[in-house]
């Protein structure tokens, strides 16, 4: 008799934690990526504005056009063979990232060879290298998390506790670059009180940090490539032999049915996403969120060293304290997502945001900087949380192209992150510090993350009178295979012989039958009975 398991086990708390971890040296890396890598160039390299911007834009496109081809080929079952099925071929391209970020960040924050007489182009040309590797590893780590959530459980809120976990960590990592930043900034080799100004003499400070945080960021992937195991397709338990037998054969098409009957889900290609009106609007809605995340934690340092004229220790303490709040927001998101709905939690998020634009615009902020911080904090962890809820949601049981949806958002946000600062760079009204950086970094963190914030609501409105993820129930992944006797055949055939590749091959003859019929319905949206 064969004993046949229709429902994947819950995860346990350490699986949880595991799978947050997985993301911590992208966490650790974007962290100082985004907050100092302008403060870096121009203020201890000496590259001139434009030149600094240019880097970080062909970081941007390089990670952007790294994020769809990480993603297609993370939902492609045979495209890195036997160990795709076995190890997961999310997992595999998480750890080929993480090799990539391990062998390129510290580059970034080291002076080139001949340094300083080194020209600006010659500068340009020793870095840009670096940047391609880095990004397109942080890419292919990002991705293949991202997508991990999806696959790994079906239950929304259960996705929503991933996700906050994973942001906790976001937060977590940031306050560890930012405490660590805050204390090497603060004495120098010696152990004596430092100068006030950045400038040249800091340039070990950000040597040591990178390599610090690449420790680090090493350990905690190795937890999770330990403490995680990626599920097959259909989030069923693997078969512990070879479908050589029978019953082991029936087993595998049982479990398939099972799941066929319960989900029934509709087969989503990449192309099939294209012609998704929702897929266009959660993607509108999570480069939004983005770019007011982003760009307020590249110019915040520049904010306060130039407008605000604070001591250089506060570019490592109020970003702290923004985290440290993120943090604590974090850590309810699950609860309120689930009282007031993912699209009220990110309208309220959103409505901070815009509100705090206005006090960015004062001078002479003093102690109301805390104020600001913590309120910047709240207002892009719940955003940032929700809208990632929200892609999970998109994708709802489609995690055979989940991938691609995460690659999709990813590309739209770094393109369009990397066109921001390199236009706020080239907009710079001078080369070095005066009034006018005063005013000019005051008009940048006032407009363009307020502008974010509200661009993101506006869309979010598009979707209230619909249900996000709805989708026209089509054939299912079974559907048009054959009779059982064929199954049969089908598992008896494929080679390596394990329960992946059964699934796998079953799913594929599922797809290529069904042909050019219409496996999504953009048009479909159910009314909604709530946010």
């Known amino acids: ?77 045979r495209a890195l063979g036997s160990c795709g099925l076995y190890f997961g071929r999310r997992k595999i391209w998480h750890l080929i990232g993480t090799c990539s970020v391990a062998v390129s960040f510290p580059f970034l924050f080291m002076f080139c060879p001949g340094f300083p007489s080194v020209s600006p182009v010659a500068l340009f040309i020793y870095y840009a290298p ?35 976990i994973r942001y906790a960590m976001t937060v977590v990592a940031s306050i560890i670059v930012y405490t660590a930043t805050w204390l090497l900034l603060s004495f120098d080799e010696n152990g004596r009180a430092a100068v006030s100004n950045i400038g040249e003499q800091d340039a070990v400070v950000f040597r040591n940090l990178a390599l610090i945080m690449l420790g680090i960021g090493l350990c905690f992937s190795a937890i999770f490539h330990i403490g995680i195991k990626e599920p097959s397709l259909f989030r069923s338990t693997e078969c512990s032999a070879s479908v050589n037998s029978h019953c082991e054969a029936e087993q595998c098409i049982s479990t398939m049915d099972n799941v066929a009957k319960q989900d029934a889900p509709t087969l989503m290609t990449w192309r099939d996403w294209l012609k998704n009106s929702q897929f266009y609007q959660v993607g509108a809605i999570y480069m939004s969120t983005r770019l007011f995340v982003n760009i307020s934690q590249v110019y915040l340092p520049l904010y306060l060293n130039e407008t605000q004229k604070l001591d250089k220790d506060f570019i490592a303490i109020v970003p702290l304290v923004v985290f440290i709040s993120g943090f604590f927001t974090s850590i309810i998101m699950k609860p309120v997502n689930r009282l007031a709905g993912r699209k009220l939690t ?18 002479n902020l003093g102690n109301q900087i805390y104020g600001v911080a913590v309120l910047l904090g709240i207002s892009g962890s719940t955003m940032l949380v929700t809208s990632l809820s929200i892609v999970a949601d998109l994708i709802a049981n489609n995690t055979e192209s989940g991938a691609f949806v995460y690659g999709a958002m990813s590309f739209a946000d770094k393109l369009s992150n990397g066109i921001a600062v390199i236009l706020i760079q080239k907009m710079h009204p001078c080369d070095s510090c005066c009034l006018d950086c005063r005013y000019y970094f005051r008009s940048v ?55 992946s590749s059964c699934a796998a091959e079953i799913t594929h003859r599922a797809a290529s039958s069904s042909g050019s019929s219409d496996s999504n319905s ?5 009314p909604s009975l709530g946010l």
């Open 1 to 77: 008799m064969c004993q046949h398991s229709s429902s994947p086990p819950s995860l346990t708390t350490a699986q949880k934690l595991s799978y947050g971890v997985g993301h911590v040296l992208n966490d650790l890396c974007a962290s100082m990526w985004f907050s100092y890598l302008l403060v870096f160039y121009h203020l201890v390299v000496g590259m001139n504005n434009l030149m600094a911007g240019n880097l970080m834009l062909l970081g941007q496109i390089a990670d952007a056009l790294s994020t769809p081809f990480v993603g297609l080929e993370a939902d492609n079952q």
């Open 445 to 499: 963190m006032t407009f363009i993350p307020g502008a974010a914030a509200a661009t993101g609501a506006l869309f979010l409105l598009t979707l209230l009178p619909y249900v996000i993820g709805a989708r026209s129930k089509g054939s299912s992944y079974t559907a048009n295979v054959g009779d059982e006797d064929e199954k049969l055949a089908i598992c008896s055939d494929v080679e390596p012989v394990s329960y």
């Open 130 to 164: 670096f940047v391609v590797i880095f990004q397109f590893g942080w890419a292919a780590t990002q991705v293949s998390h991202l997508s991990l959530i999806p696959a790994l459980t079906s239950d929304e809120n259960l996705r929503v506790e991933l996700t906050s």
């Open 346 to 363: 990110y309208l309220l998020g959103a409505i901070i945001g815009i509100a705090l634009s206005f006090w960015f615009h004062q001078y």
């Open 522 to 526: 953009s048009s479909d949206r159910r």
